[in-house]
């Protein structure tokens, strides 16, 4: 068992926890970031990145990842592969317990945990993913020519209107009769010529070649009639949710109803002071690298600033007693 101390505690890597922590560095205020269960996060899952600024050939999300986390310790960020399990809020300096029996201690948290995303939970969905099969159109979309998107909300049906950008034909897979995405939504949907809808099917198995890796097809099966089919593809977008990774501050830090944690107006600052949050935790709508990233410079200038008034208070002289 171990303790660390910081002026900044990082929990999570990825685009915001590796900003924040360059950030602080800089800053002069010595950070310890804490990785996580998926060291990188999600992009470490993502193939080819083509929209990161400064990249002009793309770059394997795997890669620009570990380029992050290698520039994070270029400057001075202390990285530690572990888990926080629990976070004492009601007590300053703040004190997080880890899954390796590791004590942390900061005067300030920045929580960029991130947010997963759902999955069909299929044996062939976890051996394509990455080769064919991806949760974000954005990231992946530009790949894919004919391509299926699972799912029936508004995500589902904005996925597959992105992916028009790019496919020549696009098949939603919905497990009912109906969408639950809004009018509007299902308006644009049915005037679109690439988009097709199978209806009341669900996912039995992504089918696709050993050698090179990747998806050919899926295997569908009605729920009412039982009835297989197969349809031929060359990419799957799983679409049926993200769940922010908040378990850890919940019942702490105010959250949202889908359970992302509010921040105040233009602002990383959350429901407790010293606390921020940067990334997919707080942001339950756009989902981007680069706006991870911008998330985790204003956390940790935001930090930097609370740290600063923090240092003033406790110097400031107490007048004299008469």
Request: aromatic residues 8%; glycine residues 10%; hydrophobic residues 40%.
């Amino acid at each position: 068992m171990a303790e660390y101390k910081s002026k900044v505690l990082i929990i999570g890597s990825g685009p915001a926890g590796y900003t924040a922590g360059i950030y602080a560095a800089r800053a002069g205020l010595k950070p310890v970031l804490v990785s996580g269960t998926q060291v990188g996060g999600q992009l470490t899952i993502t193939t080819e990145v083509e929209n990161f600024p400064g990249f002009p050939e793309p770059i394997q999300g795997g890669e620009l990842m570990q380029r992050m986390r290698d520039q994070a310790q270029n400057v001075g960020v202390q990285m530690i592969d572990d888990t926080i399990t629990e976070i004492d809020f009601e007590h300053r300096p703040f004190v997080c317990s880890s899954e390796n029996a590791n004590s942390f201690v900061g005067d300030s948290l920045i929580i960029a945990t991130g947010a997963s995303a759902r999955w069909l939970g299929l044996p062939s969905e976890e051996k394509f993913r990455g080769f064919g099969v991806s949760a974000c159109a954005t990231c992946d979309g530009f790949f894919y020519r004919n391509v299926a998107v699972v799912g029936g909300g508004n995500s589902a049906l904005e996925e597959a209107l992105y992916l028009t950008n790019f496919a020549k034909n696009v098949t939603i897979i919905h497990r009912r009769d109906a969408f639950r995405a809004d009018k509007t939504m299902q308006e644009r949907v049915a005037q679109n010529h690439k988009i097709n809808v199978i209806w009341n099917c669900v996912v039995e198995e992504i089918l696709g070649t050993e050698s090179p890796l990747g998806v050919t097809g899926l295997r569908l099966k009605n729920v009412k009639t039982d009835n297989t089919t197969d349809v031929a593809v060359d990419g799957v977008f799983i679409a049926i949710g993200h769940h922010p990774n908040t378990d850890l501050v919940k019942g702490h830090l105010h959250l949202d109803k889908e359970n992302y944690i509010v921040t105040k107006h233009n602002s990383c600052e959350t429901s407790i002071k010293g606390v921020f949050a940067a990334g997919d935790v707080r942001d339950p709508q756009y989902r981007q690298a680069i706006i991870a990233a911008g998330s985790g410079c204003i956390a940790a200038l935001e930090a930097e600033k609370y740290l600063n008034e923090l240092g003033e208070q406790k110097n400031a002289v107490k007048p004299e007693a008469v």
